[in-house]
Nanobody, 124 residues
Framework: QVQLAESGGGTVQAGDSLRLSCVAS????????VGWFRQTPGKEREFLAHVWRSGSSTYVAESVYGRFSISRDNARNTVWLLMNNLKPQDPAVYYC?????????????????WGQGTQVTVSS
């Protein structure tokens, strides 16, 4: 069973960039596509980006398209979320999650394995 651990969160200023990491352990990492989500209190988890098992295909949600990107290195069992030009509306707990669905999963219920999350705060 794959386990995920996020890191890289913190407090940055508006306009800054931040790169979040998601490291997998256990299981076979290449069996899973990986997605990034974020959540603020009282709201559902928001889908941000998805990367296919091989890393050959990525999808970024329209809400963050052009600012966020996703990539993975299977040799390092790691997926990254690069966030550029962070805005005051971006603060949240950011989660990575793994899925074995054979499509671009965009709903949190389609993911079976989750990390503990990492907090991102943006000061203006």
């Amino acid at each position: 069973q794959v386990q995920l651990a996020e890191s890289g969160g913190g407090t940055v200023q508006a306009g800054d960039s931040l790169r979040l990491s998601c490291v997998a352990s256990g299981g076979t990492f290449t069996q899973y596509a990986v997605g990034w989500f974020r959540q603020t209190p009282g709201k559902e988890r928001e889908f941000l980006a998805h990367v296919w098992r091989s890393g050959s295909s990525t999808y970024v949600a329209e809400s963050v398209y052009g600012r966020f990107s996703i990539s993975r290195d299977n040799a390092r069992n790691t997926v990254w979320l690069l966030m550029n030009n962070l805005k005051p509306q971006d603060p949240a707990v950011y989660y990575c999650a793994a899925t074995d669905r054979a499509w671009t999963a965009k709903m949190h219920k389609e993911y079976d394995h989750w990390g503990q999350g990492t907090q991102v705060t943006v000061s203006s």
